[in-house]
């Protein structure tokens, strides 16, 4: 059974740093594409960050420079460094991991930016 656990969503100030991770399992974690998307209500989720399986690396534009995605395929995980957080970055925030046809995604973890 295939699942990714988000976890270190929660509510945050302006200015304040946040670190997400997802916890794989049932999968060959090294194999995948892995991403994280961010959804507010009435929009359509968006990708914040990716990383391929070669370590390559992709950012939204408005995150360039605040956030760092990495990925630690001996412990099937994947991480999420948000610094200088703003109330635009307020959303759920879904972990996803792809390869081939394979399409698996985590439950989501809310982070709020608010004072």
């Known amino acids: 059974q295939v699942q990714l656990v988000e976890s270190g969503g929660g509510l945050v100030q302006p200015g304040g740093s946040l670190r997400l991770s997802c916890a794989a399992s049932?999968?060959?974690?090294?194999?995948?594409?892995i991403g994280w998307y961010r959804q507010v209500p009435g929009k359509l989720r968006e990708l914040v960050a990716e990383?391929?399986?070669?370590?390559?690396?992709d950012y939204a534009d408005s995150v360039k420079g605040r956030f760092s995605i990495s990925r630690d395929n001996a412990e099937n995980t994947m991480y999420l460094q948000m610094n200088s957080l703003d109330p635009e970055d307020t959303g759920v925030y879904f972990c996803?991991?792809?390869?081939?046809?394979?399409?698996?995604w985590g439950q989501g973890t809310q982070v709020t930016v608010s004072s």
């Open positions: 996803n991991a792809k390869w081939k046809r394979l399409d698996y």
């Open positions: 990383i391929s399986s070669g370590g390559g690396t």
């Open positions: 049932g999968i060959t974690f090294r194999l995948y594409d």
